[in-house]
């Protein structure tokens, strides 16, 4: 018997969090078998707030008891009331189809945050301000303090309006940069926990802080400084357990000291200036002269929420070392790290006291080899270290970050720099997905998508990380959502971003188009309710219940979801979209969809969706009224925007995909349209007309509509505009604009060009679902179904696609030779899928060397069962394990290479 083991325990998001604040934290896990079929019929969880005791098995706040259940994802606790700054440990274990147990898993744990405002003993503190123009500077803080007996944990507990920095007797507190990250902080403001038991010592300690402006008060997009406040301040508590079982609190007070030091501003868009000249040796150690430091300023209470953080902290997640160095005509150097990133640079450099380092960082080049900096606008990305002149010094900032490729190093004649790295941050989400075919202008162009989605997730997902801009924008993220979920677990991250959706929704119900949501706006009215980008506050909860089973999401949003639904039919009582301003397909090339047909089939797409969504948490009278809506919108779309012969108005790209994509058209008018789609893309010589939303929805239609080849050929068109064009070029990350740079033009519109911009690599998520086949069966939500339909095409010899879900790794690995069809299969524990196998009259499919006869089965799951013939694949289900299948392949060549479609409208699920 294969062993059976629980793995990869997780609470609510996270493994192992700190500082949780659900009073009924969800647990997952996986299960690591080698059997195949395996199925969990049973499981069983223990809790304790005593790691001894779980051990052991002698003291629990929760004993679930032999659950019957094959739930292993976002299992509810259901024990005893969990309590504040308490640690509680967990395991499980599971049991097979057959009663056989698992073993125990491995100790998971997590911590509770302060449940209660009444829990926070701290005050908060910040720096004696008076208002200056421009940049500030950096304000330390620090606390002296006596430990007499040993100690048995210590938690700290922390937010702030601006961003962090925490140490603790010299030590830094943590991995993470800028907590605790952006929020409208006129409504929440998040807290981090650390657990710094490891940094206490019995006798003098000291504990201090670092304060910066981050998102509070320093620069966001166009719109200057201080958009929420001006006063920077802090919130610190540190609880002490000791061994004696008494315990004590040191809290942010008046008695904390304040002085500023060496970082003489910091901004996420200008940059960082930092003269080592006046550190403060050992100035967060025990034992440090203070007498000259002030007493900090107090604030009172904040308002708001204060909640703990749910997505993964902001971290440096990768080191990149230059791959070229040059000296340029004025003296400066040129350092070219191979990949447009974000983050920063860390230095090694000597010189004279005094002596200055100025960075400037750039995405790409002028013509003349010089740093491009005009799509920056107002953004400097500069930042400057003065040396303090002891031998040898070493440099990195602490309150920026940086959307670059190169860095031009300005020093003065003194100084030489010896070592350049990069430093890549982004927030800590595990990675989950990968992907390698036979092209390589294709791994590269998977290559970029990834590299941009880890430049664009930095607290929320920002449209750009470069320019003075760096927003929320919610249509971006709509967009790109699906793709970024199988690039990395982003559960808890669009946990967070919706959030900030919720928190800025206006009293009308509307959603933004940005969040957070910014002051600086000069009127309430723009940038809110915009077809596409509002609509995400819909979208993205569907999205992670469909790819993590996230009901939760769903309940905690439902009446944010339901205003904004009600608001669009009370504008639009005739149904159709006129309502307000809208972005539209946002840089589509010489195709404008009609705004009222782009706005009206995202109405009706919410609408389905909410009849969806409803149906998943029980909410059935609600979701037969949304589907009824969505029917009503449904013919409304097409007595205003779609012709008898299948044209619908505009006649553009983006419009056929949209309506293909969101099942607005009925099956004839489906097929007129899917043809009309194609000779579109034909006439533009196999070209994309697409913006942002399009480019969603245009492979995904074209393969469900039998136009596969099509797909294919758009992916791998390397002329203007195309994917493939910025790759040949030397692209690294997606741009913004199709055009960002042509043979012909050069740089186009500098304004509005970044290089590093997420939206059109949205075909990431076609490149998962349908070219590795990799997706969730259309009526089962979170990969508890699996569904492995790969569209194989001779223009690729090879594709091998893997994505972790919530269950383990699930791969397809597909290849053509000598017309014969090889699919490598791996599917994980306590699932079950369909796998679609092309289909040739007559010939028979091999399963690891043997034929597969129809029906066969040995009862007990672990055999592949045949399911018949759809389309043209024909149909196997098999439990978890890993199999091999080879058959004849047809061809698919041809202008409509077969129908993928088996009934459903697998694009829009």
Same mark, same amino acid.
């Given at each position: ?149 040993? &100690?048995?944990?210590? #938690?700290?507990?922390? +937010? =702030? ?8 007797? !010299? %030590?830094?507190? /943590? ?13 929440? &403001?998040?807290?981090? #926990?650390?657990?710094? +038991? =490891? ?8 504990? !201090? %802080?670092?304060? /910066? ?697």
């Amino acid at each position: 018997m294969h062993s059976i083991i629980p793995t990869h325990l997780k609470t609510e998001y996270l493994v192992n969090p700190l500082g949780i604040d659900s009073p009924r934290p969800r647990l997952s896990w996986m299960t690591e078998t080698k059997a195949r079929g395996f199925l969990q019929s049973a499981y069983r969880i223990l809790v304790s707030a005593d790691k001894r005791q779980l051990l052991d098995e002698s003291g629990f706040v929760w004993d679930s008891g032999k659950v019957n259940s094959d739930q292993s994802v976002f299992v509810n606790y259901d024990g005893t009331p969990l309590l504040s700054n308490e640690r509680y440990y967990w395991k499980v274990r599971v049991w097979d189809a057959g009663g056989n147990p698992s073993e125990w898993s491995d100790i998971g744990e997590w911590s509770m945050g302060l449940l209660s405002r009444s829990d926070w003993k701290a005050n908060w503190i910040g720096e004696v301000f008076a208002p200056v123009e421009g940049s500030r500077e950096a304000g330390f803080f620090r606390k002296s303090f006596a430990i007499g007996r040993p &100690v048995r944990s210590a #938690t700290i507990h922390a +937010t =702030a309006f601006g961003a962090i920095e925490i140490s603790l007797n !010299g %030590s830094r507190v /943590g991995e993470d940069y800028f907590a605790p990250e952006w929020t409208d902080y006129h409504t929440r &403001v998040h807290y981090r #926990t650390y657990d710094v +038991t =490891a940094l206490l010592r019995e006798g003098s300690n000291a504990v !201090g %802080s670092i304060l /910066g402006e981050g998102w509070y008060s320093g620069h966001i997009a166009w719109y200057g400084k201080n958009l929420y406040g001006e006063a920077l301040r802090f919130m610190l508590q540190l609880n002490i357990r000791y061994e004696d079982g008494t315990e004590e609190t040191i809290v942010s007070d008046a008695s904390w000291k304040e002085s500023k030091g060496p970082i003489l501003c910091s901004d996420f868009l200008m940059g960082e200036r930092y003269d080592a000249r006046l550190e403060h040796g050992g100035w967060n150690e025990a034992g440090f002269d203070d007498s000259a430091w002030r007493s900090p300023h107090a604030f009172g209470d904040f308002k708001g929420w204060i909640h703990a953080q749910i997505s993964p902290p902001i971290r440096v997640m990768e080191e990149k070392e230059p791959i070229a160095k040059q000296t340029l005509a004025s003296g400066a150097q040129l350092v070219d790290l191979g990949q447009n990133m974000v983050g920063w640079v860390r230095i090694r450099l000597t010189g004279e006291r005094g002596s200055t380092v100025t960075l400037r960082y750039a995405e790409v080049l002028n013509p003349d080899g010089s740093i491009y900096t005009d799509n920056l606008r107002t953004a400097k990305q500069t930042d400057t270290y003065i040396l303090k002149g002891e031998g040898e010094e070493r440099y990195e900032p602490k309150f920026t970050f940086h959307g670059f490729r190169y860095v031009e190093i300005a020093a003065s004649a003194d100084v030489n720099v010896i070592e350049i790295t990069g430093r890549v941050i982004h927030n800590a989400m595990k990675p989950t997905g990968g992907l390698v075919t036979s092209d390589a202008g294709v791994n590269r162009l998977f290559g970029n998508i990834l590299w941009t989605q880890r430049a664009n997730f930095i607290s929320v997902p920002t449209d750009c990380p470069q320019r003075d801009e760096r927003m929320g924008w919610t249509g971006d993220a709509q967009i790109f959502s699906r793709t970024a979920t199988y690039n990395m677990d982003a559960a808890g991250f669009f946990a967070k971003y919706m959030t900030d959706i919720a928190d800025a929704q206006r009293k009308t119900g509307a959603f933004t188009d940005t969040a957070p949501f910014l002051k600086g706006f000069s009127d309430w009215s723009t940038f809110v309710a915009s077809a596409g980008w509002a609509d995400a506050g819909v979208i993205i909860p569907w999205t992670m219940y469909v790819v993590y089973e996230d009901r939760k999401l769903i309940e905690d949003h439902y009446d944010a979801m339901a205003a904004w639904m009600a608001y669009l039919v009370k504008m639009n009582p005739g149904l159709l979209r006129t309502d307000t301003q809208y972005y539209g397909d946002w840089l589509s090339l010489n195709a404008n969809t009609p705004m009222d047909a782009f706005a009206t089939a995202y109405f009706a797409y919410c609408a389905k969706l909410m009849a969806d969504m409803s149906e998943a948490v029980g909410r059935t009278e609600q979701a037969a009224s949304y589907g009824a809506l969505f029917e009503r919108i449904r013919a409304r779309y097409n007595e205003a925007f779609v012709a008898e012969d299948g044209r619908i108005a505009g006649e553009t790209q983006t419009g056929y995909a949209m309506a293909l994509f969101m099942d607005l058209l009925p099956e004839e008018t489906r097929r007129q349209a899917a043809a009309h789609l194609v000779a579109d893309i034909e006439r533009r010589g196999w070209h994309i007309t697409t913006g942002i939303h399009g480019i969603k929805y245009l492979l995904p239609v074209l393969c469900e509509a039998g136009y596969e080849d099509a797909a294919y050929r758009l992916l791998l068109q390397d002329t203007y505009p195309s994917w493939l064009y910025s790759v040949r070029n030397g692209a690294t990350t997606i741009w913004e604009r199709w055009d960002g740079w042509t043979e012909e033009k050069g740089f186009q519109n500098p304004g509005m060009n970044s290089f590093n911009h997420y939206a059109l690599g949205a075909v990431g998520e076609w490149m998962y679902r349908y070219m590795g086949g990799i997706d969730r069966h259309p009526d089962t939500p979170g990969f508890k179904h699996i569904q492995i339909r790969p569209i194989m095409n001779e223009r690729l010899s090879f594709v091998d696609c893997r994505y972790e879900c919530s269950y383990g790794t699930i791969r397809s690995r597909w290849s053509i030779e000598d017309d014969i069809a090889d699919m490598q299969v791996t599917i994980p524990p306590n699932t079950i899928a369909d796998i679609y196998i092309p289909y040739a009259d007559g010939e028979p499919v091999y399963e690891s060397g043997q034929p597969i006869p129809g029906g066969a089965t040995d009862g007990t799951g672990a055999s592949v069962i045949d399911l018949g013939i759809i389309g043209n694949r024909r149909v196997f289900q098999a439990g978890s394990g890993e199999y091999r299948f080879r058959t004849r392949f047809k061809s698919s060549k041809s202008p409509n290479g077969g129908s993928a479609n088996d009934g459903t409208n697998r694009a829009q699920r």
